[in-house]
């Protein structure tokens, strides 16, 4: 039996990679990924123009049934991951990137283009759109008008970081429009956004920027995760990938992503909780269902989900 899949013509032992954001900001992390067995890619926090702080904590809040977080996108900034995957990678890697503005977006983009790096990079789509506007990837008129803008001067690997959509009009909207641009991958869900937990014995909420409102994680977004998973697999060209993100903590939750169509499948919230190890685990588990049901390779059942 093996685990392997494909990242963009590289061969990884294990689909698993982590969800950025996770164990994933500074050198020290990377460094941890890089040498974490049965992670067969990793991808960086995701980065912008300049070095950000992020909110003041506390900002992310451990719950029985997953996680809630509004980090505020603190990281290093684009030049130390830029230079980090020029120079430092030693594992399979995906850049993140992100912006607050679409023009600060084309800006980094612009730069990635004239750089060295060849490699694949994932534009978060989740970020903030002009002021008043929903998220980016709720706006589907202005994510065309970004993709067009950033694929008429973009020659290299480039994917993009979907939020949850959670009405099927929906998501026949953004795969419409991800399908008029040569995107090497979709990776979805980001966490579902602006939920919030309430500290019962404290009556006050857990995380402290936006009044507490964050985003969701974990094994209670699994089914949100799945279906978005299985939707844009049926929607978009099969020349997209789609990576699954949310809601793994299990061998059985991988094996679920997977059968709705996913290429690799990343986990979050479980590595806050378990640490780095989950790796080991998780492939040990998918590894022991494969057997259990007689398959040989990741390939013998991505995509088959049978309806009744
Ligand atoms: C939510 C944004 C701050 C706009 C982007 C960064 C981000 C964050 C974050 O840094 O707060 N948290 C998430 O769960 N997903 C994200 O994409």
């Known amino acids: 039996i093996d685990l392997n899949a494909d990242l963009f013509g590289q061969i990884l032992t294990s689909p698993l990679l982590n969800a950025s954001g996770v164990h994933c900001q500074t050198k020290e992390e990377l460094n941890d990924l890089a040498h974490t067995s049965n992670l067969g890619a990793m991808v960086t926090k995701s980065a912008t123009l300049q070095a950000r702080a ?10 029985k049934n997953g996680s809630i977080n509004s980090m505020g996108l603190p990281n290093l900034g684009y030049d130390f991951y830029l230079d980090y995957v020029l120079q430092e990678q ?13 023009a600060d977006a084309i800006t980094l983009l612009k730069d990635l283009q004239a750089s060295d790096y060849q490699g694949p990079t994932e534009l978060n789509l989740s970020c903030p ?4 506007e929903p998220q980016l990837a709720y706006d589907f008129e202005a994510t065309d008008r970004v993709l067009k803008e950033v694929f008429s001067f973009y020659t290299k690997p480039l994917g993009v970081k979907l939020p949850p ?27 579902v956004g602006n939920g919030l937990w309430v500290d019962i014995e404290q009556e006050q909420v ?15 977004v699994l089914p949100t995760a799945l279906a978005n998973v299985r939707a844009l697999r049926q929607r978009l060209h099969d020349s997209i990938k789609v990576l699954g993100t949310g ?15 996913a290429d690799l499948v990343s986990v979050g919230t479980q590595v806050m909780k378990e640490g780095l190890s989950v790796y080991d685990r998780l492939a040990e588990e998918l590894q022991a269902i494969m057997a259990h049901k007689g398959y040989q390779s990741l390939a013998d059942f991505r995509g088959k989900l049978k309806e009744l």
């Open 129 to 132: 759109n002009i002021v008043g």
């Open 54 to 63: 992020g909110n003041p904590n506390p900002r992310y809040y451990d719950l």
């Open 247 to 261: 809601g793994v903590t299990s061998g059985e939750d991988v094996f679920a992503h997977i059968l709705c169509g």
């Open 165 to 191: 959509y959670f009405d099927l009009v929906h998501f026949d909207k953004i795969a419409a429009v991800l399908n008029k641009y040569p995107l090497t991958h979709v990776n979805t869900i980001n966490s």
């Open 90 to 102: 030693t594992k399979p890697t995906i850049l993140s990137v992100a912006a607050l503005s679409a």
């Open 206 to 220: 857990v995380t402290k920027a936006k009044g507490g409102f964050g985003g969701l994680g974990g094994t209670m």
